[in-house]
């Protein structure tokens, strides 16, 4: 059975500062990785996607298969950053199975 | 306003009571989920279903079910059975296919039994 871990409950960083959410997960076969955002009063949302290694709102993620993790990385932190943050993992057909969740607190 | 709907957005019951929540979409897709979430565990699948009149378990199905009569609509039964069902239930839809693994997520429904 595939898991999905966020290590970090909460994150605080100062404005400016880098800030990397930790995601680590356990799956035998090919995985398909995502980060999802939920902002203050707003729906969970899809943020990235491995596959298409893009730089969404500032925000990379790499899929690094030999330490079975998909860190989520931001070189300056903005306010607008703070925010829940789930990892998910795409196995068989179209079930994500997410972490536990990581919260950034982005402090002026 | 399109997407996907879920009413209550508060739901108020007593111990031994079951309660239907709904979920409604209008964005045609075909698959349709509902998560549980609570601190510090993230979002767990109850039961998801990638197409009318069928339904899978998810990975805490016990004392939940569902129905998926038509494609717009899931809706989740908390039975009485559901030994700790205070907490926060999160519908989501997705296309099936390619582009299944964006899912849209409803408002949710904040349930609480006492």
């Known amino acids: 059975a595939q898991r999905v871990t966020q290590p970090e409950k909460l994150l605080s960083v100062f404005k400016g500062a880098p800030v990397e959410l930790k995601c680590n997960y356990s799956?035998?076969?090919?995985?398909?990785l995502f980060w999802y955002v939920q902002y203050s009063r707003q729906r969970l949302q899809l943020l990235l996607r491995?596959?298409s290694r893009e730089s969404i709102k500032g925000f990379t993620a790499d899929l690094n298969k030999g330490e079975t993790s998909f860190h989520l990385k931001k070189p300056f932190a903005q306010e607008e950053d703070s925010a829940m943050y789930y990892c998910?993992?795409?196995?068989?057909?179209?079930?994500?199975?997410f972490g536990g969740g990581t919260r950034v607190l982005v402090k002026p | 306003d399109g997407g996907i709907t879920q009413s209550p957005k508060y739901l108020f019951r007593k111990e031994g009571q079951n309660v239907t929540l709904s979920c409604e979409q209008n964005?045609?897709?075909?698959?349709m989920y509902w998560y549980r979430q609570d601190p510090g565990q993230g979002l767990r699948l109850i039961y998801y279903?990638?197409?009318?009149?069928?339904?899978q378990k998810g990975d805490i199905a016990e004392g939940y079910s569902v129905s998926r009569e038509k494609k717009e609509s899931f809706p989740l039964t908390v039975t009485s059975a559901q030994k700790n069902p205070t907490a926060f239930y999160l519908c989501?839809?997705?296309?099936?296919?390619?582009?299944?693994?964006?899912?849209?997520f409803g408002p949710g429904t904040r349930l609480t039994v006492t």
């Open positions: 989501a839809s997705s296309p099936t296919g390619g582009k299944g693994y964006e899912q849209y």
């Open positions: 799956y035998s076969g090919s995985p398909e």
């Open positions: 491995h596959i």
């Open positions: 998910a993992l795409r196995a068989a057909g179209n079930k994500l199975t």
């Open positions: 964005l045609n897709h075909d698959a």
């Open positions: 279903s990638q197409i009318v009149n069928d339904f």
